[in-house]
């Protein structure tokens, strides 16, 4: 921050109205830095090699309250005056700040003589320019607190020092009219202090903003309210343009009056773009967001219909499912009905008709003489073939609907053919039943069995087997069947998709009784195959 400047080669009109601001105005940074809550002073380096050449060229109110001094007892004194300072930490770093151009943080120190109040000072040194140094302290009242004051006195040099580099610093006459100019504020304009002090600072403004008369309505506002903020597009020298945080304050003298403006300047160019950017990015964000909900509620409208008409499918799947399945249980009561009719014409119809063959051929076979050797020969030969269809009709009989499954019951049916199959096939086959007899439906018995039956002709072709093990108990609500043989096991998963119709059909038998069959491949071979039954029909089975 520099000192108030002269204008030097500016125009001579520019020259008269700079003279006549300083002398109503008087600017000072006593004037900027009056309002501080903590203590400023302004040193000047008179001697660059002398220390005690520091001359104190500004004092705020602020300083002299906690030094308990005035202000008149303190500027214009240089360190040579307080031979007691001279022994502290703050004259080094002093030098050391106009040097480097660098803050310094003097942290605490205990001082006091005749003109200054014994107590502990917290201190932060800044350069200014030209030789001006700024010192900033605060008194801590005792020590406990003296860590907490420390850090908040940082903060607020820091901000403060952050204010000096970064803003451009001025003053203005109550008209207007610039008479005082700092480093920042030729930095971000781009006018020297003698191009530009003595002018109006509407020159800062865009033509328009200029013609509508805004410059004097924010110094207007800030005379009435002692200060104002605003924001806006600003020109420089070269006719750019930059986004500006202006803070306008009134100064007024001791009596009130309006001695001028301090006019504080930041370039928030990139904050502003920064801003621009994200509220446009924002708009196509939104126009997105609106966009893609509505290609949301579309396609949501069409999933739902999707879905409406899928739900439909299945409903209809499930219609169509149950009616297949209450159509399959149809076919095999009517199935099983037909076979047990078969069964019972065979049996009865061609059984008795092979008997009345055989009492006629025994008839004929009598009355042939012995002479007639040809034709008893014949006789015998008949006899034999009867025999043989009748003991095939009895099987073809028995295969169609065993007699024992409706004579003597499940038990029985389960173990004849057992022994059938083994006397068939060779395969040993031996099946547990429960001692006590089993109450059962026709539906069920007829299940079991057809699923039994069906088991063991999978054995026969393709098991490869030698032994086959089966077991039929009661467990609890439920009915076990289990067979096991010692074959060459088989692919589950080939079940599972349903390949083998013989598999379908046992797994249609178990899902119309509400059952469930499952067939796992054992680890070493073979297959187990395990049909589980409620006690109970769930529905009839038979249905339209």
């Known amino acids: 921050m ?62 002299a309250l906690l030094t308990g001094a005035t202000i008149e007892d303190l500027r214009g004194r240089t360190l040579a005056d307080f031979p007691k300072l001279l022994t502290t930490s703050i004259c080094e770093p002093c030098l050391e700040a106009i040097a480097t151009g660098e803050p310094r943080n003097l942290g605490k120190i205990t001082y006091g003589d005749e003109r200054i109040r014994e107590g502990i000072y917290s201190l932060e040194v800044f350069p200014l320019s030209d030789g001006f140094t700024g010192v900033i302290f605060e008194s801590v009242k005792d ?96 006719g750019s343009r930059f986004w500006a945080n202006v803070v306008v304050t009134a100064l007024r003298s001791s009596e009130g009056k309006l001695r001028g403006f301090a006019k504080i300047t930041r370039d928030m160019t990139e904050r502003h773009g920064r801003e621009e950017s994200l509220a446009r990015a924002k708009q196509m964000l939104e126009l997105r967001m609106e966009q893609r909900a509505e290609i949301l509620a579309r396609v949501n409208e069409e999933l739902r219909a999707e879905i409406a008409e899928r739900q439909r499918a299945e409903l209809q799947l499930r219609e169509s499912l149950a009616q297949l399945r209450a159509l399959a249980a149809r076919l095999q009561s009517v199935r ?95 099946v547990d039943v429960p001692r006590e007899p089993l109450v059962l439906d026709n539906e069920r018995a007829t299940a079991i069995f057809r699923i039994f039956q069906e088991s063991l002709t999978n054995v026969a072709r393709h098991a490869q087997a030698a032994r086959v093990e089966a ?40 899902l119309l009784l509400d059952g469930e069959l499952v067939i796992k491949r054992g680890l070493v071979g073979g297959t187990t195959l395990t049909l589980r039954i409620p006690l109970s029909l769930p529905i009839p089975l038979e249905q339209n």
């Open 2 to 63: 520099t000192t108030r400047q002269t204008c030097g080669a500016g125009a001579s009109a520019r020259k008269s109205a700079f003279e006549h601001a300083a002398e109503t105005a008087q600017p000072s940074y006593s004037d900027i830095f009056k309002g501080l809550p903590w203590g400023v002073l302004i040193l000047r380096l008179e001697n660059p090699r002398d220390v005690k050449t520091f001359r104190i060229m500004e004092v705020n109110p602020a300083a």
């Open 336 to 430: 099983e009905e037909e076979r047990a009719s078969i069964a019972r014409e065979i049996h009865d119809e061609l059984g008795q008709a092979c008997t009345a063959i055989k009492i006629d051929l025994a008839l004929i076979g009598r009355k042939a003489t012995k002479k007639q050797v040809r034709l008893q020969a014949k006789v015998a030969s008949a006899m034999e073939l009867v025999d043989q269809m009748i003991v095939t009709l009895r099987r073809i009989a028995s295969e169609l609907r065993p007699r024992t499954l409706d004579d003597l019951g499940l038990t029985a049916a389960l173990e004849w053919q057992a022994q059938e199959f083994q006397s068939r096939t060779g395969i040993h086959c031996h």
């Open 143 to 238: 020590r406990r607190g003296a860590e907490g004051n420390l850090r908040e006195s940082e903060e607020r040099f820091r901000f403060f020092l952050q204010g000096v580099q970064e803003y451009g610093i001025f003053q203005l006459d109550p008209q207007g009219h610039v008479v005082s100019w700092n480093s920042g504020a030729e930095r971000l304009k781009g006018y020297g202090a003698e191009e530009i002090l003595g002018r109006h600072f509407s020159t800062f403004y865009l033509p328009e903003d200029a013609q509508s008369g805004k410059p004097e309505r924010i110094l207007q506002e800030a005379a009435a309210r002692g200060q104002t903020e605003d924001e806006g597009w600003r020109i420089r020298k070269d």
């Open 471 to 510: 077991r039929l108990e009661s467990a609890g609500d439920h009915l076990l069947l289990e067979v096991k043989d010692s074959g060459i096991g088989f692919d589950a998963e080939e079940a599972k998709e349903g390949k083998s119709l013989g598999i379908v059909g046992m797994r249609e038998r178990a």
